[in-house]
Nanobody, 131 residues
Framework: QVQLVESGGGTVQPGGSLTLSCAGSGFTLESYTIGWFRRAPGKEREGVSCLASSDGSTYYGDSVQGRVTIARDVAKNTVILQMNSLKPEATAVYYC????????????????????????WGQGTQVTVSS
């Protein structure tokens, strides 16, 4: 059974860092495009980052550009999202999502990724940025 599990969320002060992890269960995560999304209270879900399985290209939403890094940890069968210089507006539930095999990320600009390309989603992990 394909399953994604996020971890690493928590509460951090503004300017702090967190590393989120998306673990794959029942399959090899390395072969798939992986996306990270978030939903803040009262807001629509938005794209954070995407890692393409076709060529390893990475994409970042405008809201996090320069402060977030997505990467694979092949040995652990995970994809991490390193977040630095966190701002209060980053407070949200963060989800990882499973894309296709040897596919690209479809990025429209801003914080918009093609969500229809992602078939399985994790349960989410809460990130709170507050002093």
């Amino acid at each position: 059974q394909v399953q994604l599990v996020e971890s690493g969320g928590g509460t951090v002060q503004p300017g702090g860092s967190l590393t989120l992890s998306c673990a794959g269960s029942g399959f090899t995560l390395e072969s798939y495009t992986i996306g990270w999304f978030r939903r803040a209270p009262g807001k629509e879900r938005e794209g954070v980052s995407c890692l393409a399985s076709s060529d390893g290209s990475t994409y970042y939403g405008d809201s996090v550009q320069g402060r977030v890094t997505i990467a694979r940890d092949v040995a652990k069968n995970t994809v991490i999202l390193q977040m630095n210089s966190l701002k209060p507006e980053a407070t949200a539930v963060y989800y990882c999502a499973l894309g296709g095999l040897r596919t690209q990320c479809v990025y429209y600009g801003g914080d918009y990724f093609e969500e229809a390309d992602f078939g399985s989603w994790g349960q989410g992990t809460q990130v709170t940025v507050s002093s």
